[in-house]
C-alpha cells in the first residue's frame, strides 16, 4: 500500500458519525441535516432536459478534453461573469471539464507537485480537506495559514516567511471561503500574482461558490480578472477551479471545469489521459446548458439570500454570528467546546452541523477551527427556519 495513506487524517464526515454514532436523538423531531454543504434546490429544468435529450448518447467513450461546445460555454461564461475581454479565455487552450472541483483539485496537486523538492502546498486554515489530503498524497507538505476573526477570515499573506515561500509549489486560495464565506479582494488576489511570480509557483483558486453572494452589487471577484488588470492574459502560473454543484444545484452532475495557463492545461490534459476521469457525454450536454444559462443561477442565489435573512434575526440574539459575503455556511462562534456542542445538539435537537474544529488544523498554537461550528444553509428555507429555532431553543435551554 501506499505509505503516504497512512499520513491521512480521518475525514470531517467520517468524524461526525463517529461522534452521533450512540446518541438517540427525539423520535418526534425530523431530522435536520446542515452540516454537508450538499445542495438540496429543485435542479434546473434546462440541466434535466439536456441530459434527457443526450443519454442515448452513453454508448460513446468521452474525450478527456470534453467537446468544444462545453469548453466555449464554459469560456464565454468565465467571459460574462468576470467581465473578461470577448475572447480572452481561448475554449481550445485555456479550459478542461472535469468531473466536480473536488475531483480536479486532487489530481491537479498529483499532476503539479514535484515532491523531489521539499515540497509545500499553502492553504487557507479552516479548510476544505481534500487540499491537504491531496498536498499529502502527492508528497508534498501542507503549510497552513490561518484566518481567523482577526483577519477577516482571510489568510495574512504578508505573515508567511521567505523561506516557506520559496519551497512552496502551489498556493490555494478559496474566495469565497468554505467555510468562513470571505471574499478575496482584487488587491488580495494581485499580491498573491505578485508572490507567485517571484517565488515560481502555481495559485489554484477554488472559485466554486463565486455564484453565491450577499450584495448583488458587489460580486466575487476571480483571479483570472486580477490576471487580466495585471497584465498577464495568458494567466501565467494561475489556475480556477468552478462547479456546478452549487451554483447550479446539481451536485450529483458531478461536472465542473479548470481554467488558467494554457502550460499547466497541457500537462494537466496529459495527466488526466492517463487517470480516466473523462466527463459522460450527456453530462457534457447538461454542463453546456447550465453554463450558457444565468438566470437559474441568479435565482438559486435568491433562495440563499432569503434564508440569510429569515434565519439570522432567529439566531443573532442568542449567538455570535454574521452574514457572510458568500458561499452558504454559517460560521458562529459558540461558548465552549465546538464537538460537544454539535453532540448535545443532535442529541437533543436532531439538528445536524458540524465542528469546526474538525475543518481546522492546529497551526499557531490553536486550530482556528475551534470554538466554532459550521451550518449550511442547504435545506429549503422553512427547513432552514425550524432549524434555527431549534438551534435558538437549544442555545436558551442550555445556558
Known amino acids: 500500500m501506499n505509505p503516504r495513506l497512512a499520513t491521512l487524517h480521518a475525514y470531517p464526515f467520517e468524524r461526525l458519525a463517529q461522534l452521533k454514532a450512540t446518541l438517540q436523538p427525539p423520535p418526534h423531531l425530523k431530522h435536520i441535516a446542515m452540516s454537508i454543504g450538499e445542495p438540496q434546490h ?4 434546462i440541466v434535466l432536459q439536456a441530459l434527457a435529450r443526450n443519454l442515448e448518447r452513453l454508448g460513446s467513450y468521452p474525450a478527456t478534453a470534453g467537446s468544444i461546445e462545453l469548453r466555449t460555454a464554459a469560456a464565454h461564461w468565465l467571459e460574462r461573469r468576470f467581465a473578461l475581454r470577448a475572447g480572452c479565455v481561448d475554449p481550445n487552450t485555456m479550459v478542461l471539464p472535469v468531473n466536480g472541483t473536488r475531483e480536479a483539485l486532487f489530481s491537479f496537486v498529483q499532476a503539479v507537485v514535484d515532491s523531489r523538492a521539499a515540497p509545500l502546498v499553502l492553504m487557507p486554515n479552516p479548510f476544505y480537506q481534500i487540499y491537504e489530503g491531496a498536498a499529502l498524497l502527492a508528497g508534498a507538505e501542507p503549510y497552513y495559514l490561518d484566518a481567523t476573526a482577526a483577519t477577516a477570515f482571510i489568510p495574512n499573506l504578508d505573515a508567511v516567511p521567505v523561506e516557506v515561500w520559496r519551497r512552496c509549489q502551489v498556493l490555494i486560495l478559496c474566495s469565497p471561503g468554505n467555510p468562513t464565506g470571505a471574499v478575496l479582494t482584487p488587491a488580495y488576489l494581485n499580491q498573491a500574482l505578485a508572490l507567485a511570480e517571484r517565488y515560481d509557483f502555481v495559485i489554484a483558486a477554488d472559485e466554486c461558490y463565486a455564484e453565491i453572494y450577499s450584495d448583488e452589487t458587489a460580486a466575487p471577484p476571480s483571479l483570472l480578472q486580477a490576471c487580466i488588470a495585471a497584465g498577464r492574459e495568458r494567466f501565467e502560473r494561475c489556475m480556477v477551479f468552478h462547479s456546478l454543484s452549487k451554483r447550479s444545484s446539481v451536485p450529483g452532475l458531478r461536472s465542473g471545469f479548470v481554467a488558467g495557463d494554457p502550460a499547466i492545461i497541457a500537462r494537466y490534459f496529459l495527466y488526466r489521459t492517463y487517470d480516466g476521469n473523462a466527463m459522460a457525454v450527456p453530462t457534457q450536454a447538461a454542463s453546456t446548458a447550465a453554463w ?11 433562495l440563499y439570500q432569503e434564508k440569510f435573512a429569515r434565519v439570522l434575526p432567529i439566531l443573532a440574539p442568542v449567538i455570535d454570528v454574521t452574514r457572510p459575503a458568500g458561499a452558504f455556511y454559517l460560521w458562529p462562534k459558540i461558548s465552549g467546546d465546538d464537538e460537544i456542542f454539535a453532540r ?8 445536524t452541523v458540524l465542528p469546526g474544529s474538525y475543518l481546522g488544523r492546529r497551526s499557531l498554537g490553536e486550530n482556528p477551527g475551534a470554538g466554532r461550528v459550521r451550518i449550511s444553509l442547504v435545506p429549503d428555507v422553512e427547513t432552514c427556519i425550524i432549524a434555527a429555532e431549534r438551534i435558538r431553543e437549544f442555545i436558551t435551554s442550555h445556558g
Open 42 to 45: 429543485a435542479p434546473p429544468t
Open 292 to 302: 450558457n444559462d444565468d438566470a437559474h443561477a441568479a435565482a438559486n442565489r435568491r
Open 344 to 351: 448535545d445538539l443532535y442529541a437533543t435537537q436532531n439538528v
